[in-house]
């Protein structure tokens, strides 16, 4: 079973737009991942936020977490073409253990 | 340095017969897992082994499912009887056990006729 839902399920932008990107779950969490996957084969680590904090930076990713409503955010700032890809976000009950992933937002930047 | 392999990268086979999927992770990372992912979704836990132990196996969906890490590094996934519901994209993870960042193999893509 799958615990996160992504929102949009498709998005698509022109290069140089930011592109935002919803996840819900419904669990309690230890930490929330998110991963880029290209071409449905292995995916990419992008970033990792834990339940005790709110916002996180890497380069031009910002995913911020709200866990009162069970939900985070991923905005990627100027969009590139080469951003073309799947992006999933996951969660984790406790560190160490399986992640729970959703089923994904495909993301199309056009230039 | 090297990331996770997994081998092969493509399996066909047939209805009934028995595979073997291998992953090599990361090494030094203790903690490997095993997902599959079907068109469209994303990946669904099956296994994991902190060393050699499985640690949570409650992702296999029966009995033909087995997989094993008998020292505590590459780990292999086998299924019997294949079926062309097994049919998806088998991926490994690696991650230290200090941390919680799994990084991921290429997968192996099984496709049963």
């Known amino acids: 079973s799958q615990q996160g839902e992504e929102d949009p399920q498709a998005l698509s932008i022109q290069e140089g737009e930011n592109a935002t990107m919803n996840c819900s779950y419904k669990?309690?969490?230890?930490?929330l991942q998110w991963y880029r996957q290209n071409s449905g084969r292995g995916l990419v680590h992008l970033i990792l936020?834990?339940?005790?904090?709110r916002e996180k930076h890497s380069g031009r990713l910002r995913v911020t977490l709200d866990t009162s409503k069970k939900s985070s955010s991923l905005l990627i700032t100027a969009s590139r073409a080469a951003d073309t890809a799947s992006y999933f976000c996951?969660?984790?009950?406790?560190?160490?253990?399986?992640?729970?992933f959703g089923k994904g937002t495909t993301l199309s930047v056009s230039s | 340095g090297a990331g996770v392999s997994q081998t092969p990268s493509n399996k066909v086979t047939e209805k009934g017969k028995y595979v073997e999927l291998r992953c090599d992770p990361i090494?030094?990372?203790?903690?490997l897992y095993w997902y599959r992912q079907s068109l469209g979704q994303g990946p669904e836990f099956l296994i994991y082994?902190?060393?050699?132990?499985?640690?949570?196996d409650s992702g296999l969906p029966n009995d033909r499912f087995f997989a094993v890490r008998p020292e505590g590094s590459v780990s292999t996934l086998k299924i019997q009887r294949t079926e062309r519901g097994d049919s998806a994209v088998y991926l490994c993870?690696?991650?230290?056990?200090?941390?919680?960042?799994?990084?991921f193999g290429p997968g192996t893509r099984l496709t049963v006729l």
């Open positions: 936020i834990r339940s005790n904090e």
């Open positions: 669990t309690s969490i230890n930490n």
């Open positions: 090494s030094g990372h203790t903690a």
């Open positions: 993870a690696s991650s230290l056990s200090t941390t919680d960042t799994q990084y």
């Open positions: 082994f902190q060393g050699t132990g499985a640690a949570d």
């Open positions: 996951a969660t984790a009950a406790q560190a160490g253990t399986a992640l729970i």
